[in-house]
């Protein structure tokens, strides 16, 4: 909490993201003004714009609510897989949407008061959990999670983080209901205990991503609406 209330900190969080996504037009911060901050006042560029989830407004102004997605998903997932440097509390206020001089949408990212540095070892674990969740490869996937600490309950992250349960490659559509039915039994015989110790078990930057994961997701199912793209 002390070092989210640094704005010092926030403005060199700031600052580092800025240069990490400059020649991504799709996503901008705003512009530190150090001669007018100090560790408990931070003053920025204003921008205008409306709120990444006010989907109405996208449109207004001729913008695609999908493109919006595609560009919160991007940067979220390079922040986590390649910068190591996440934005831990992407909620809607935290992003506004404008529109550029070339008719393109631009994300804007505020607030960088909470961010969390991951580790190399945590990283790579991660992309590689991405990986087995896409491809669907069950064992890379028992194996990632197992790594990550999840134990017997390794079957649960692919639910949290991917929305989807472990399976083979190749399963029928026959195999994959029954499939999805045995781990649907399953999550309902999870106890808050199971859960508390899952939690405890895993990496400390687990639970700041989880959440990061959790509202961008939920960010993208409202831009995305039934074009959503997993």
């Known amino acids: 909490a002390l070092r989210e209330l640094d704005f010092e900190l926030e403005g060199w969080s700031a600052e580092r993201i800025g240069k990490a996504f400059a020649a991504d037009a799709r996503i901008a911060v705003p512009k530190i003004h150090w001669r007018l901050s100090t560790p408990k006042l931070l003053t920025m560029e204003f921008v205008e714009g409306c709120r990444v989830d006010d989907v109405e407004a996208i449109r207004a102004m001729g913008l695609e609510p999908l493109r919006v997605a595609e560009a919160v998903c991007d940067s979220f997932a390079r922040q986590a897989h390649s910068l190591g440097f996440v934005h831990a509390d992407p909620h809607p206020g935290n992003m506004l949407v404008r529109r550029r001089s070339s008719g393109e949408a631009q994300v804007v990212l505020l607030d960088h008061g909470l961010y969390c540095e991951l580790s190399e070892e945590f990283r790579r674990d991660f992309c590689t959990f991405w990986r087995a969740a896409v491809l669907r490869d069950d064992a890379a ?71 990061t994961n959790s509202l961008v997701r939920s960010l993208v199912k409202k831009l995305a609406g039934e074009e959503q793209r997993r």
């Not at 390794?154 to 490659?169: E, N």
């Open 141 to 211: 996937l028992r194996g990632v999670c197992e790594r990550l600490g999840a134990g017997a309950l390794h079957w649960v992250l692919p639910l949290v983080f991917a929305g989807q349960q472990q399976q083979q490659q190749r399963q029928r559509p026959q195999d994959l209901a029954a499939a999805r039915a045995a781990v649907e039994r399953r999550a309902r015989l999870l106890t808050l205990e199971d859960v508390s110790n899952l939690l405890q078990s895993l990496p400390k930057e687990m639970s700041l991503v989880l959440r």
